[in-house]
Every structure is written in C-alpha cells, then in structure tokens.
C-alpha cells in the first residue's frame, strides 16, 4: 500500500485538474491517498445509485410505455392513425427539449433533492392519467405535460452523479442506472403481457391498466425519494465526517468539483464556453444519431416484433430479450471504460454493433435472423449513451460549462427522438421498415466516424497542453480556464 501512495504522490490522476487544488487542505489530502476510505465509494452506491436508477427506470417506463398501448389497442380505441400517433410522440419531445438546459441550470441552486423527486411526482400524476382519457385530445395534452415533468431527469441524473464521483469513476456508475433503460424495455414487455389482461377490469380497457399501474408506482417512488435521495455529498447521512471530507477532497483533486464555491458558482460566461467547444458539438451530432437509434427501438421494437409474425402478446414477450441483452453489453462496456479509460472507443465498438445489427435487418429476408438482428442493434444503440455521457461530463469544467454541455448533449438525442417518431411507421410504413432501417445504418456509421474524428481532435488538444505544460508552470497560466487549462487533460 505505501508503494501504491508514492505512486499516487509521484504520478497524479492524469484526468484531473490541478488548477487550485493546492486550496485543498492538508488533512483532506492525506483522505485522498487512505486506502481505508476507498470503501466510501461502494457506500456511495449502496445509498445514491440504486435511488438514480429507479428514477432513471420509471422515467424511461413511464415514457416509452406508449408503444406497449400501442399494440395492447390503444391506436385503435381512440381512433388514432399513424400520423396521429407520431404526432403524440412528438408532443412529449418538444416541451422535454426546452426543459433540458434550464432545469439543469438550476438544479445545483434548487437541490437536486427536491427538484428531482418533484418531477418523478408530477410525471407519475401525468402517466396515471393517460390510462383514464376517453380521446386523442386527452392523450396529447398528457403527453405534453409529460415531456414538461420529465425533460432534465437524464440530463439532470447525469449532472448529480458527477457530484459524487470522480472523473475516472463515473461511467460504471451512469452505465447503471442508464442500463435500467435497456431493462425497462425489457420489463415494460414483461409488465405489459400481465396487465393487458386486466382487460375489462373496472370498465377500463387492458391498455389503460398499463398507464395507471406503472403511474402510481411512479407516484409512490417519487414521494419517498423526498427522504431518500441526498442533496450532495456534504449533506449526506449516510456518511461520517471523515468520509464526507474523503470525497469532497477527491472530487475537487480530480476536477469533478471546483477547488471553491466561486469556481462551481453559476455564470452566463461559463454558459458561452460550452457553445463554443469542438467537443461539445462533435458530440451532439453523436447524440442526435444515438437518439433517433435508442428511441427508434423504444418506440417500436414491440411493432417491429409483431411485424415478424408474432402476435401482439407474443410481441410484448418476444421484445425482452434483445432488451436485455443490451443490459449486459451496457455494463460490460462500462467497466472497461472505467478501467482502461477508453469512452470514445467503447462509443465506436457501439457504433459497429448498432450498424452489424441494422445491416443484418435490412440485407435478410428471414424474420429469424431480423428478429436475431436485433440483439445488435439494440444493444449497440443502448451501450453507446452511457459513453457519450460520461465521455462529454469528463470533458468540460467548471461546473456551469459542464452543465450546459450535458444538456446541448440530451437537447440533441431528444431531437433525435422527434425524428424517431416519424421515421418508423409514418416516414417508413410497417412492417419491414426498410426506409427507416437504411437511415438508423447510416446515422450508426456515422457515429463510429464522428467518434473518431472526436478521438483524434482530442489527442491533439492534449499533445498542445503536454507542450504546455512543459513550457510553462500551473502558477503562470491564466485563471479561470476551466477544461482548457494545460492541467486538464482531456479524456478518450
């Protein structure tokens, strides 16, 4: 362990930001090389991650359980067409979209611990009410309503988790709870096949169940995380003072936090630097392409299942699978880009998934090997955002900056989701999609080569700051320079 410490103390983190860490007080530094406090980290996921991920699950259920309806007859009970129920989908997207930045913005200032639950409370209302509307018109003011409530959870979780986890450390636990979303599609097909059944039950139809059941489960999640979700690490119960400062100190040795309250303090400045990082929008187009990929398949996996033949039952079943196969690759590729610290390789290795999958699709006419098509697809398309993520939070300080960039991230998967909408059945008539399928293939291409183009960008930025570095000394460099510091090395 000794020769662990001077290793620490001779080579720092090579992720982290040395700009006014020296404010950093001797006894939190001595927490920061005491291998006994590297237990707080699993603490940490005992008590904040499995709250995240439930958020993350029902925020993910309560949305996409629209396509589960679908099927179950909801289309056909309101006399909806096709056109109309994109037109559904994408009235949810358009309030989720401007709500993204804002309430990210204002989460730290907020609380995270009130503003979260807040939302997951008012969306569970939303999504019960879906299952008691009598028209089209109810369904689009719901679906309103519900995109409003729900627009900063990712964005939002995202920004808490970075909060209580240093840089190299936070992509197996954003994998986590985003994983919940491959399993949502897969339990939301479990849910879906024993509520339909509940069909006739109180004079409401089986569809109707699916939205009231899942909504106040939402509701009574949403009431609890009041008590159970803490503000940050300072404010957290769970912890010993000693463990407290343990973090504390690691966050801001590691660049995850400011080095004081002024650094992390909100700044219209700080709002301006992240639109004008490369990064910043090599990934949005990345995420745009995720996101017409990963809500594609949310929204119509069950349709596509059924339009192999299965009926619509089957279909709810046979959607599990892919689903959750996805949860593995996710998690898989979580923890080697945690431990090798490769996000932007994991997102390419994504990328020729989602494209083996959607090739498969579109060059076999055996319903076996699309429905097999889908294991690839899926799962390319879900591992890829936990990557993203972690990969843009890692990449943009201070705290402001790194606020706005998540959101520019999920503002663009969310209008890659509007595209989705219309894309599958409307754009590309069911049931072989082949349309849409090409599109979904060139956006996953497209992808792997703009992740490249990331990665090599990147490289250089980090080979100009090892010039620096080697030039000049920390105390020389200009205040207030966030990610651009020579000292902040850039992750890949």
């Known amino acids: ?75 056909k009970d309101l006399n909806m067409t096709n056109y109309q129920y994109s037109i559904a989908l994408t009235v949810t997207y358009i309030p989720y979209i401007f709500a993204e930045l804002p309430s990210n913005l204002v989460l730290k200032a907020v609380g995270p611990n009130l503003m979260l639950p807040t939302m997951l409370t008012l969306w569970g209302i939303i999504t019960t009410l879906q299952g008691v509307v009598h028209n089209y018109a109810g369904i689009l003011a719901c679906r309103f309503f519900l995109g409003l409530c729900e627009g900063g959870v990712f964005p939002g979780l995202v920004l808490y988790l970075s909060f209580w986890y240093p840089r190299q450390q936070l992509q197996w636990r954003i ?121 594609g398949l949310a929204y119509f996996t069950p349709s596509i299942v059924a339009g192999l033949g299965y009926t619509n039952a089957n279909a709810q079943l046979f959607s599990v699978p892919p689903f959750t196969a996805a949860f593995f690759v996710t998690m898989l590729g979580a923890y080697i880009s945690d431990r090798y610290g490769v996000r932007g390789y994991v997102s390419i290795f994504s990328g020729i998934l989602a494209t083996i999958g959607f090739a498969m699709y579109l060059a076999s006419p055996n319903f076996h090997v ?31 900056r790194r606020a706005t960039a998540i959101a520019i991230g999920f503002i663009m998967t969310n209008s890659g989701g509007v595209l989705a909408t219309w894309l599958l059945g409307t754009i590309s008539p ?23 183009c990331n990665i090599v960008y990147l490289k250089g930025q980090n080979r100009k700051k090892e010039e620096r570095r080697r030039l000049g000394k920390r105390e020389e460099e200009e205040k207030g320079l966030g990610d651009k510091s020579a000292w902040y090395v850039y992750s890949l």
């Open 370 to 400: 699309k429905w097999g098509s889908l294991f690839f697809s899926i799962s390319g398309a879900y591992s890829a955002a936990p990557a993203l993520s972690t990969w843009g939070a890692n990449n943009t300080f201070p705290y402001t």
């Open 175 to 295: 994998s986590a709870f985003f994983s919940t979303a491959s399993l949502s599609g897969a339990f939301s097909g479990i849910l879906a096949y024993g509520i339909i059944h509940m069909d006739g039950v109180g004079n409401r139809p089986g569809w109707a169940w699916i939205f009231i059941l899942e909504g106040l489960f939402t509701v009574l999640f949403g009431i609890t995380a009041f008590w159970t979700l803490p503000r940050s690490p300072a404010h957290a119960r769970f912890l010993t003072e000693k463990e407290k400062t343990y973090i504390v100190a690691k966050l801001k040795e590691t660049g995850a936090t400011g080095s004081d309250e002024e650094t992390d303090s909100f700044s219209w400045r700080e709002v301006g630097m992240a639109f004008r990082l490369p990064q910043v929008w090599m990934l949005a187009v990345i995420f745009f392409f995720d996101g017409v990929l990963i809500y």
């Open 1 to 75: 362990m000794d020769s662990q410490k001077a290793t620490s103390q001779a080579f720092p983190d090579p992720e982290k930001v040395t700009e006014g860490t020296s404010s950093i007080a001797d006894s939190s530094t001595e927490a920061i090389y005491d291998p006994t406090l590297e237990k707080t980290w699993r603490k940490v996921d005992c008590y904040v991650l499995p709250v995240v991920a439930m958020f993350y699950l029902l925020s993910f259920l309560d949305r996409t359980n629209f396509a589960n309806a679908r099927i179950a007859g909801l289309q």
């Open 430 to 452: 069911a049931p072989l999609y082949t349309k849409a399928t090409i599109t979904l293939l060139s956006f996953s291409v497209g992808m792997v080569v703009l992740t490249g």
